[in-house]
C-alpha cells in the first residue's frame, strides 16, 4: 500500500485529452454503473440494449463538451425494427435516454446468428441539437442513417456538419470475466480524436468538397499528424473501451505516449432524469378538460416518463378549475 493515494474517478466519466504535438483534442468515455443502472431499469432486449448503451456513450461524450449550462440530445428516428432512440445529456453531467422498437422485429434479428448493431436501425435520420437555453440560440445538425451503426453516423455528422476530421470507436456489453459474458454487468465505452490543431490549417476531409460518396476517387490530402493520431485509434479494441481494470489514461498511454498526450479535469456522469412531478404537473394542465378525461381512470391520472420509468399519480380532479 502507498502511503498517498490520491483518488480519481476512473468510471462513469468523460475525460478529455489532448495531443498537442498532433493537433489533436480528444474525450475518453467510461460508463460502468450508470450504463448498468439504465438497461436494467428497462429491461430491452440485448441487441437494443447494447444499442442504447453506445448512444448514452455518445451523448455523453458530446455533451461534456457544452460550454454553458444547458442540455445536449441525440434521436434517431428509423424505419427499421428500433424506431426510435432519445438520449440527452443535462449539465453537469446527467444522462439518461430510451428506446422504442417493433419487439417482433426485434426478436426476429436476435434469432438470427450474424445480428450486427448496423441491422437494428433501417433508414431515417439522426438528429443532434444543443440547447443552451434561452440566452444562445438552439443548434441542430441532422444527418441521414441508412442501415448503418451509430457511429457510423456520427461520423458522417462531423465530416457534414461540423467538417471537423474525426474518428469515434464505441463499444457496448455485458462486463467480460475471464473470457465468458457476465450477462447482467453492463458496460459502455468510447474514444474520440479531432483534429483540431492550434495553427488551424484542417486536413481535407472526405466528402468537403462535394457529395461524393464515401470509397469514391476523390483525392483527398490529409496532414500526416491526423492520419497517425486516427491510424492509432483504430487500433483500439471494444474490450480496452469496456474493461474497468484498464483506466482511460492508461488507454491514452497505451496510444499517445510516444507524441505526449495530455488529460484535462474529468465530466463526472451521473444517471439521473430530469422529469419531476412539478413538471408532469404543469404539463397536464396544459391540456384541456377533455384531453385530461382521456387519460382519466379510476379519477386518476397516471404518467410514466419514458425516460426512467417513474410513475406519477394525481388526481383528476385536481385539474377542475387549472
Ligand atoms: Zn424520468
Redesign the pocket.
Known amino acids: 500500500m502507498s502511503d498517498a493515494i490520491v483518488t480519481l474517478p476512473t468510471d462513469n466519466l468523460v475525460l478529455p485529452f489532448a495531443v498537442k504535438p498532433l493537433g489533436i483534442r480528444g474525450r475518453v468515455v467510461r460508463l460502468g454503473s450508470v450504463a448498468n443502472d439504465i438497461i436494467h431499469r428497462h429491461k430491452y432486449p440485448p441487441s437494443v440494449s447494447a444499442l442504447l448503451a453506445e448512444a448514452i456513450a455518445l451523448t455523453a461524450m458530446l455533451g461534456a463538451s457544452l460550454k454553458f449550462d444547458g442540455k445536449f440530445i441525440l434521436q434517431a428516428s428509423t424505419n427499421g425494427a428500433v424506431t426510435m432512440l432519445v438520449c440527452d445529456f443535462a449539465t453537469p453531467g446527467k444522462v ?1 435516454g430510451y428506446a422504442q422498437f417493433d419487439a417482433e422485429k426485434v426478436a426476429g434479428l436476435e434469432a438470427t446468428d450474424d445480428l450486427t448493431p448496423a441491422d437494428l436501425f433501417g433508414t431515417g435520420h439522426l438528429a443532434m441539437t444543443i440547447d443552451q437555453g434561452q440566452h444562445t440560440d438552439r443548434y441542430q445538425g441532422i444527418v441521414a442513417l441508412n442501415d448503418d451503426t451509430l457511429s457510423d453516423a456520427a461520423h458522417r455528422y462531423f465530416l457534414q456538419s461540423e467538417q471537423i476530421p474525426t474518428r469515434l470507436r464505441i463499444a457496448s456489453g455485458p462486463l467480460m470475466s475471464r473470457g465468458a459474458a457476465m450477462a447482467d454487468i453492463w458496460r459502455t465505452g468510447a474514444v474520440m480524436v479531432q483534429h483540431l490543431p492550434d495553427d488551424g490549417g484542417y486536413s481535407a476531409i472526405e466528402g468537403s468538397s462535394g457529395d461524393a460518396p464515401p470509397g469514391s476517387e476523390e483525392e483527398l490530402v490529409e496532414d500526416d499528424n491526423w492520419v497517425r493520431a486516427r491510424v492509432l485509434m483504430d487500433t483500439v479494441e471494444d474490450h480496452e473501451l469496456l474493461d474497468p481494470t484498464l483506466a482511460p489514461e492508461q488507454l491514452l498511454y497505451r496510444l499517445y505516449h510516444e507524441d505526449g498526450v495530455t488529460v484535462f479535469p474529468a465530466v463526472e456522469i451521473r444517471d439521473e ?3 419531476s412531478r412539478d413538471r408532469i404537473e404543469t404539463v397536464l394542465g396544459n391540456f384541456s378538460d377533455e384531453e385530461r378525461a382521456d387519460m382519466t381512470e379510476d379519477g386518476q391520472i397516471t404518467v410514466t ?6 410513475r406519477y399519480s394525481f388526481a383528476a380532479r385536481d385539474f377542475a378549475d387549472a
Open positions: 439518461r432524469c430530469s422529469c416518463c419514458e425516460f426512467c420509468s417513474s
